[in-house]
């Protein structure tokens, strides 16, 4: 643990034995907290909401799920043959995530570059002229 969390949860700690929160609203009742992502655009928040319900998740986290469990047989194994067995089926999971990060990056290239003509082709509409670097 970090120092600094080490900090933070002693703190609490601390400050719930003298009773500091005992007399916050809403104390001892369950959180409301929103359905709603305030992050995710309107447009996709339906799209997102039925793709929760029919239990799809990203491919991302399928995968850092996979290689948590893979991390506790490592953790758990016992013989060579079970470390050498999860210790491969490890480092394909990491350079799966790897690779599939390395493809994000190359997409937010491309979206960056079609964003940058954009700007350019507006800045060039709005001055009546060429857009300057």
């Given at each position: 643990m970090w120092i600094l969390d080490r900090l933070a949860e002693e703190r609490i700690e601390e400050a719930r034995r003298r009773g500091d929160f005992d007399d916050l609203p809403g104390a001892g009742q369950p959180l409301e907290l929103e359905e709603e992502n305030p992050f995710v655009p309107e447009e996709l928040r339906?799209?997102?909401?039925?793709l929760k319900n029919a239990g799809f998740i990203p491919p991302e986290v399928a995968l850092r799920r996979e290689i948590g469990s893979v991390e506790a047989l490592l953790r758990e194994a016992v013989t060579e043959e079970q470390r050498a067995t999860a210790s491969a089926r490890l480092?394909?999971?990491?350079?799966?995530l790897g690779s599939e990060?390395?493809?994000s990056l190359q997409?937010?290239?491309?979206?960056?570059?079609?964003?940058a003509a954009r700007l350019q082709q507006s800045a060039h509409?709005?001055?009546g002229g060429p857009a300057s670097d």
């Open positions: 339906t799209a997102l909401r039925l480092r394909l999971l990491l350079q799966r990060r390395a493809g997409l937010q290239g491309l979206y960056f570059e079609a964003l509409a709005d001055t």
